[in-house]
Structures are given as C-alpha cells and as structure tokens.
C-alpha cells in the first residue's frame, strides 16, 4: 500500500516538474497571454445567431435608450442599426444582418458599437453561418448571350460600373415602414444561389431569385423607398434599384417595362414595372434581388421576417429556419 502510495505521488512530482517547465517555457515564448492582467475580452458574449448562406438574422440591441448611433461589423461589412419604437416595449436597436450567398460556413463575431456621445461600448455577438444546399441550374441560351464579344465585354463593364456608382450613394434613413410584399404573383423557382452552367459553361452563382409569371404582369416594390436608379442593361435588361435605406437594395430585372423614374419615391406594393424578358432570360420572369450591406441575400428572407402586422419579435436566439424553399423546377430564366 505505501508502495503505491509512493510511486502515486512520485508520478505527480513528475508531471508537476513537467507542468512548471512547460509553462515557463511557454511563457518566454507568449508572455502577455500568460501572465497578463488584460487578457483579451472573451468574444460572443452578448448573443448567439445562427442562420444559412443567403438568410438575413435580425439582430436586437436592448436597453441603450440613450444610445446616440449603433452600428456592427461583420465579416468587414458594416450594419447600421435604426431604433425601432414598439408601443408597450422599451425601446431597442435592431440591425439586419445580411449573410452572403458564398459567405464561408463557420462562426465570426458580429461586433456592435453603441455609441451614447463621447462614449461607446461594445458588443460581441457570435454568428454560425450554416451551409446552404443550392442547386445546380442548366441553361441553354443564344451563344452570343454567353459568349460575349469584346464590344459586349466593355458595355458589360461600363454598366457594372454605373450601378455601382448609383448604389454608392445610399440613403442613410431607414426608408421601409411597413410589412414585406412579394413583387409579383407567380412561381418560385427557389434557384437563388444556384451554380448555374449556360451552355456547358460554370458561371457566377444566380444572386436572386427568378419567379415565373406572365409577359406584362404588375410588378410591385416590396417596400417603401427610393428608386436609385433605372436601366437597361445587357444581362439585366430593362430593371429598377430601390433604395430602402441603410444600405438595403432591391431589384427588379426582365422588365419589359418601367413605371417609375430615377428619384422617384415608392411605397410597398406600388407597381413600378411589368414582367417582361429583355436582356439576359429565356422567357418571361422577375428577376427578383435584395442587397443587404453589401451581401447578396435570398429575397424570400425579407418575407420571413418578424416585421408583420405590428407584431413584436423575439429577441431569443433564433433556430434556424426550416427549409421552405421548393424544390427547383423548370422556368423561364436567365439573369
Ligand atoms: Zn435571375
């Protein structure tokens, strides 16, 4: 029995020795993490988010009535917070955060600043960005469509150009107000996102969604805002950008015509196009696209958010969303 004792305790001498030794070695190579008093802040505290590729999470920052401006940083985006008044509710800070189509699945911080003055605090937030199962989409188009001749090639870049400059200028209010609405009555195709190979060839993923309806349907803004710009451009064809504000864009392509005007502001639901087919499609659909800071989200995200009638939403950490998007089928599609 003493026997065991002994070599008991001679094996944790041992690995004490061991222990001491490593951490001085280390020490000499990481002093500050070792034997620091300010250690780095531990990330994440504040919130867990999760959600897919192409999602938008609401985020909501509470108890900062005094707050001047709130703002977050996610993956080098930027996300402007607004202030949202809710009768019979204290008053909070809410950003939407925008999850990119090809954003990298794994976990990052979303860090918020509240600023009250002089003075600002932060926030951590950690958000699990979830892998998307996008679909692989074939077309077959008119071979000059595809394979763009040089001529092609710098009006492409020159109109790529001009949209960038015009969505460069966003407004800094919030400019939505109301609940969410589809543009137009027809058939999801569910294909946001999707790899798509035009005749044989990968091209970019589709950023939007395509939904099929008649030549001449009404399509209507989905909500409150400010047309930014209207075009008519090699792949998009006849389309309109609606600023809603805080860096939210919508867009609407294919149009075979345009109802409203550069400048112009809309309401939610206000008709500003019908359905049509020009530039890059095969027939007949909206092109249906929502920027959000800079990330290409799944328009049908809008629709899912706890923003209708009024009623409140939860602050909890959200689940993340069943997968309600229909299978892909056959449409007209294109851009
Ligand atoms: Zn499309």
């Known amino acids: 029995m003493m026997m065991t004792l002994t070599q008991t305790h001679l094996r944790i001498s041992r690995l004490d020795r061991m222990l001491i030794t490593a951490v001085v070695l280390l020490s000499s190579v990481f002093p500050v993490e070792l034997f620091s008093n300010t250690l780095p802040a531990p990330k994440g505290l504040d919130g867990q988010y999760s959600g897919k590729q192409g999602q938008v999470l609401v985020v909501k920052v509470k108890g900062e009535e005094q707050a001047t401006e709130v703002q977050g940083t996610f993956l080098s985006r930027t996300i402007p917070f607004f202030r949202e008044f809710r009768p ?12 990119d189509m090809q954003d990298d699945p794994g976990t990052y ?10 003075q600002a605090k932060q926030l951590s937030f950690n958000v699990l960005v979830a892998k998307e199962q996008f679909a692989v989409e074939h077309l077959n188009l008119p071979k000059e469509k595809v394979d763009l001749n040089a001529k092609s090639v710098t009006r492409w870049k020159e109109e790529q150009q001009v949209v960038q400059q015009a969505l460069a200028e966003n407004s800094r209010m919030k400019l939505w107000h109301s609940n969410f609405v589809e543009p137009v009555n027809g058939k999801r195709t569910g294909i946001f996102g999707s790899v798509r190979i035009m005749n044989g060839q990968p091209r970019n993923p589709h950023n939007g969604e395509d939904i099929g309806a008649p030549m001449g349907a009404d399509v209507a803004a989905t909500n409150d805002g400010i047309v930014r710009i209207t075009v008519d451009h090699i792949f998009s064809g006849k389309g309109v950008f609606v600023d809603h504000g805080l860096g939210f864009y919508s867009m609407y392509f294919h149009l075979s015509e345009i109802l409203v005007k550069d400048g112009d502001l809309v309401t939610a639901g206000q008709i500003i196009g019908k359905v049509g087919a020009t530039g890059r499609a095969t027939g007949p659909h909206l092109h249906w696209g929502v920027k959000l800071n800079g990330a290409r989200v799944n328009p049908y995200s809008l629709l899912d958010l706890p923003f209708k009638n009024g009623k409140s939403f939860s602050t909890a950490t959200p689940a993340p969303a069943p997968d309600t998007s229909p299978a892909p089928q056959a449409v007209q599609a294109g851009e």
């Open 109 to 118: 911080e979303f860090a918020v600043e509240v600023k009250q003055g002089e």
């Open 88 to 99: 019979g509710e204290p008053v909070g800070y809410i950003g939407l955060l925008g999850i």
